[in-house]
């Protein structure tokens, strides 16, 4: 039987046929998917972590058990996991371990354009790439497999265009799997300095019998066509280039890291010119060069964004074949929040205070954008806090002026650190918590303040107010950032404070199911006398029309977050 998949859609299916029991992650584009799709499956128990570093390591005591078992995050997620990440590729596995990190060339959703075959390398975890949804099952298929041959955890690398791209996939019967007795072990699994200097020559010499491996794997593949062009390539890159150039020869390669230096050597020798095709780093053009092989890569494509079947062509054999130019491209859309987001009334406050603000990952992170431009930093999960710290310490008037912002869900994979590090330090800073219920910016997932799980089970629900109180806060309130007059008042009493403070901007999510609202409103053209105070939410609803704001009905959904900054009282229930 054959389906389409979405390429994360089958790696979940891959989990499911190579036995894989045991998945824990933390939502992030272009990765997402991944865990959701395995969460449908009885046999597999999925969940939600805090945190990536804390995803892997459930992922790596289930290993250590006996189960198999993944972790799946993007790749800015696999920084967070790096710690026990580079330790566990020292440990080995007992059941298969399989880190599923999903790359974002083009930066469609993440705040850099990493290659993880960087940190791959670094860590001396192998790394298998996909070019399409078959690859991605398969490849996690074989991913386990790898991971127990050669006891090592084994990094799937994904980027958005195989994530989120759909090809046949053949669904086959599971591979039954009895979990591996778990035994104690301590020279295996307790890096202390002399027992990982023993495990570190078994890292090295793992390499060398995977690149050996590597050679004859039917995951690296010549293809010869016309000699004159020859083209090595991996994921999604080697789709491209198929099509750019079809009848030139190809080594495709699966397996990225370790690469296959006598594979490599043969089919140069079998071509006139040779190129490295690949996304982001040099990476594969850096080990051709090490043989001594004569390549052309970086100095003809980019070392940013993403790739695509007109660019390589231009770049290999001169021709520009774009179906559009510059002038008539599809309009850009830029991203914005929703109508009804609560965070537009935190974001309309702290605009109008002008404070200082430091932002974190999330959808409020748009509050950057015009035109509320409130937010001057973001950096990574939970630098906020970190950073509204580090403010003050530079010059303490900050603290009469500044605030860290994030949502609950980041609060919980890295902002609490910081936030004790604040009150360890006897630092000063105001620390505003988005809570709107839900992991919003990856679509709606569920996390330790929403009181379900993964699958929708009910569970415990981690109060923000308590825990923060635990951890030594004495400055703590809830306010409704929709009660634009009481939101502004806390914040600048919260700023005075002379000791760390909380505000809980507690309101939900606007597309969350249980969320209601009345339905569209509409601006009296009798009452608007054009100040457009209205256009300074930023709501996508409310548009100029001969340079009068009116609400679009279609996108309204009556919040009323406009009826609280008209002063005329202009904005009332559609007629």
Request: hydrophobic share 40%; glycine share 8%.
């Amino acid at each position: 039987m054959k389906k389409m998949m979405l390429g994360n859609e089958a790696v979940a299916r891959g989990m499911l046929e190579s036995g894989i029991s045991v998945v824990s992650s933390y939502p992030g584009t272009p990765s997402t998917e991944i865990t959701e799709f395995a969460a449908k499956y009885e046999e597999i128990y999925a969940e939600w972590a805090p945190n990536e570093k804390v995803a892997v390591e459930v992922a790596i005591g289930a290993s250590i058990a006996g189960a198999r078992a993944a972790a799946c995050m993007k790749h800015v997620g696999f920084n967070v996991a790096a710690d026990p990440a580079f330790t566990v590729s020292y440990t080995g596995v007992n059941g298969g371990l399989v880190f599923c990190v999903a790359d974002d060339p083009g930066l469609h959703s993440s705040q850099n354009e990493q290659d993880t075959r960087r940190l791959a390398v670094a860590a001396k975890i192998p790394v298998l790439e996909p070019s399409d949804s078959t690859e991605c099952k398969e490849f996690t298929k074989l991913a386990v497999s790898l991971s127990e041959q050669f006891d090592t955890p084994v990094i799937l690398r994904l980027s958005t265009r195989v994530a989120h791209s759909q090809s046949l996939v053949e669904l086959c019967e599971p591979t039954p799997y009895q979990r591996k007795p778990y035994e104690k072990n301590p020279g295996k699994y307790v890096m202390m300095p002399g027992m990982a200097k023993v495990r570190h020559s078994f890292v090295e010499k793992r390499l060398k019998d995977m690149a050996a491996w590597a050679e004859t794997a039917p995951v690296n593949r010549i293809e010869m066509g016309d000699t004159k062009i020859g083209i090595i390539a991996s994921g999604i890159a080697y789709e491209y280039a198929k099509e750019a150039v079809p009848n030139a020869s190809f080594l495709k390669l699966g397996l990225t890291y370790p690469l296959c230096a006598d594979l490599i050597k043969d089919f140069a020798s079998k071509v006139e010119k040779l190129y490295v095709i690949e996304e982001l780093e040099p990476i594969t053009e850096e080990f051709c060069k090490t043989l001594g092989i004569s390549v052309i890569g970086k100095e003809i494509l980019s070392l940013e964004g993403e790739y695509s079947t007109e660019l390589i062509k231009k770049a290999i054999l001169g021709i520009d074949d774009t179906v559009y130019t510059q002038d008539d491209q599809l309009p850009i859309r830029p991203p914005i929040m929703c109508p009804g987001c609560p965070h537009r009334g935190a974001h309309y406050v702290l605009k109008k205070l002008g404070v200082t603000v430091n932002g974190d990952i999330g959808c409020y992170t748009l509050g950057a954008l015009p035109p509320m431009q409130s937010m001057d930093t973001c950096v990574c999960m939970g630098a906020s806090v970190s950073m509204v710290h580090g403010f003050g310490l530079a010059d303490p008037a900050f603290n009469k002026k500044t605030v860290a912002i994030l949502g609950d869900s980041t609060f919980i994979h890295s902002g609490i650190t910081p936030l004790i590090n604040i009150l360890y330090n006897k630092g000063v800073g105001t620390v505003i918590i988005l809570h709107n219920s839900i992991t919003g910016m990856t679509g709606d997932q569920q996390n330790t303040t929403t009181g379900y799980t993964l699958k929708g089970d009910a569970t415990n629900i981690i109060s923000l107010e308590k825990l923060c109180e635990a951890i030594g806060v004495k400055r703590i309130r809830v306010e409704d950032p929709f009660d634009l007059q009481g939101f502004e008042k806390a914040v600048k009493e919260e700023i005075a404070a002379e000791e760390p403070s909380v505000i809980i901007s507690r309101r939900p999510c606007a597309l969350l199911k249980g969320v209601k609202f009345p339905g569209p409103i509409s601006i009296d053209p009798n009452k608007c006398i054009g100040c457009k105070m209205c256009m300074k939410i930023g709501c996508p609803a409310i548009v100029l029309k001969n340079d009068r704001p009116v609400i679009d009905s279609t996108l309204c959904n009556g919040c009323g977050l406009c009826k609280k900054v008209c002063k005329p009282n202009a904005i009332g229930d559609n007629k």
